[in-house]
């Protein structure tokens, strides 16, 4: 359109000239030489206008040709993305599976090396890897047992110091000098918790009281399987 324009402007500077030359006046050479140094800057200044404008379009062209490789790079980084994203994901779930089947193998591993199984208890069972073993006595000298009936008697025994947080499987039996043969309950559990338990004993031939069982020496020992943890 620009270029038009530089014509159409020589085109009249033309026919401006030809009028001039028709009409002739006296100072014809004068106003004739201003026509021409007026279209010929006319023509510079178009000429100029149309050179910056060709530029402004070849720049903006370049700017929308970068900006759309610029476009065409940022949706492959976008579609990268998300196959990674995708990939990702399906590896999260892999290793969640992957722990989740370790676990069970430790545990099953565990089970098989394990010297001591619990398979049930009072409560529900704890962790496989926190059983133990804990056993004691209450001490021949130091039993003190209580009467509660002219021919029983009864003895509470403290495992606290085991550190049981489950009900644990307990038994025991009677150790002494002489007659203890002769009682019955000696491995009945009473009232049984994580820390202690009861045991009551009768006279099944003589009648045995506190007095007779700690001067016979009768003490409780005992063995408590259960879970710490």
């Not at 000429?47 to 949706?75: C, N, P, R, Y």
Request: glycine residues 6%.
């Amino acid at each position: 359109m620009l270029r038009t324009l530089v014509i159409l402007a020589c085109a009249l500077c033309t026919l401006n000239a030809e009028e001039l030359l028709e009409k002739r006046p006296d100072n014809y050479g004068e106003d004739l030489k201003d026509l021409l140094m007026a279209s010929i800057e006319n023509t510079i200044a178009l000429t100029e206008v149309v050179t910056q404008q060709t530029q402004k379009i070849s720049d903006l062209m370049l700017g929308l040709s970068a900006a759309k490789l610029d476009i065409q790079d940022l949706t492959a980084e976008l579609m990268k993305n998300q196959v990674e994203d995708t990939t990702m994901a399906e590896d999260i779930v892999q290793a969640k599976e992957d722990i989740a089947q370790t676990k069970e193998d430790i545990a099953a591993l565990t089970l098989r090396k394990a010297s001591v199984v619990v398979l049930n208890g009072e409560e529900e069972n704890g962790n496989p890897e926190c059983v133990r073993v804990c056993s004691g006595t209450s001490g021949r000298e130091t039993t003190n047992w209580i009467n509660f009936s002219s021919n029983g008697i009864y003895r509470d025994i403290d495992m606290t110091d085991c550190g049981f947080i489950k009900i644990p499987t307990v038994t025991t039996t009677i150790e002494g000098h002489s007659y203890h043969w002769e009682m019955t309950g000696t491995s009945a559990i009473y009232d049984a918790t994580t820390t202690n338990f009861r045991i009551y004993l009768r006279g099944t031939i003589t009648r045995r009281d506190s007095n007779s069982a700690n001067s016979y020496l009768w003490n409780v020992e005992w063995v408590a399987v259960g879970f710490v943890c």
